[in-house]
């Protein structure tokens, strides 16, 4: 009987000292890696989001129509890259509220950009970042996802210029 209880004991001793360990690891901070000292573009070189986190893959969105009464597809009808990063950040905000989230518990983000006509078929990556550094960077909201642009062909509607797929980490 006296084996069995100190066993027992030892066993509850190492038990408390693993979920301590756990909650320890559970409670750590992500970590956002800057690009460098000299380097200020908003996004981090890396994100660690340490084990015991809850991980969100955010689908892709698209913008809401600038003027739903205008030509479907035609630049009066969707806006420009800005107006359209602006809408989507909008939608996003939506969502995120919604599944109790924010901004700045993003971790990753991929940006689809269309080539603009306007712009000789160049995404327009500056009329992206006015947008993205009103959610992004920002005093209120400091938090650096890692991220990646690239320009795709086309998305799901003619006309439209910007999807944008985030992931985040609570």
Known sequence: MK?????LLVRAAVGGILASAAGAA??????RHSLGPN?????ARAVQVPAGKTIFFHSGT???PLDPKATPGSPEYWG?????AL??????????????????????????????PAKGGKMDFEGFMAAYTQYY??????NLPARSTVQVASLVAPGM?????????K
Do not use: C, H, W
Request: no cysteine.
């Open 26 to 31: 559970s409670a750590a901070d992500i970590v």
């Open 137 to 142: 960077g920002t005093k209120e909201q400091p």
């Open 39 to 43: 380097n200020n573009f908003p996004i």
């Open 80 to 84: 420009d890259t800005k107006t359209q």
């Open 62 to 64: 698209t913008p809401a």
């Open 3 to 7: 084996r069995s209880m100190t066993s």
């Open 87 to 116: 809408s989507v950040f909008a939608r996003l905000k939506e969502s995120l509220t919604s599944l109790g989230l924010d901004f700045k518990d993003t971790v990753a983000m991929t940006v689809y950009l269309v080539g603009d």
């Open 161 to 169: 210029l910007v999807e944008i797929e985030i992931q985040l980490a």
